[in-house]
């Protein structure tokens, strides 16, 4: 075991700090030591999607972030999309158009579209479909996840 690092960061809005070794994921580090587990380990390489979490409101899979490279930054984990006792239309969306099957990769693909549509509002296919290609899923074929952010983008244009 090396020396700790100190990261002082923002969490989901609130002051965050930690102490990690040089070597530690900022996915390791969300899901064991700050217990926040809506980030999950698929590939643990890049790959899938799953512990997308936003950087700076930049997607990012945490994998692949030292947890260091936190230091000042501010970070959403899929904790951070539902408001107190309300889901995110995102949230309801997917529900409602079960675009969720495993659960393995939803809460990267809720991260990276929340990180769409807070950068576009209203989206083509198109672009959906090419802003989520960095998220794998294995069980919907993708229709169901594109549909349930076409609805709530109508959904969140509604209530504006």
């Known amino acids: 075991m090396g020396r700790k690092i100190h990261v002082s960061t923002t969490i989901n809005g609130e002051d965050s700090e930690f102490l990690c070794e040089a ?15 809506g980030a999950k380990e698929g590939c643990n390489n890049g790959n899938c999607g799953a ?3 936003l950087m700076n409101g930049v997607p990012v899979d945490s994998c692949l972030v030292l947890a260091g490279e936190a230091e000042g930054a501010e970070i959403e984990t899929v ?11 995102l949230q309801e969306c997917f529900l409602e158009g079960a675009a969720h099957q495993s659960g393995i990769c939803t809460n990267g693909f809720l991260v990276s579209a929340k990180a769409l549509l807070d950068d576009n509002p209203e989206p083509t296919e198109k672009e959906i479909r090419f802003e989520l ?28």
């Open 133 to 160: 290609s960095g998220n794998l899923c294995r069980c919907t074929g993708y229709d169901k996840i594109v549909r349930a952010l076409q609805a709530a983008s109508e959904r969140m244009k509604e209530s504006n």
């Open 79 to 89: 904790e951070s999309i539902a408001k107190e006792d309300h889901l995110h239309p």
């Open 51 to 53: 512990c997308t979490v």
């Open 23 to 37: 070597r530690q994921s900022l996915l390791e580090v969300l899901r064991t030591s700050l217990s926040l587990t």
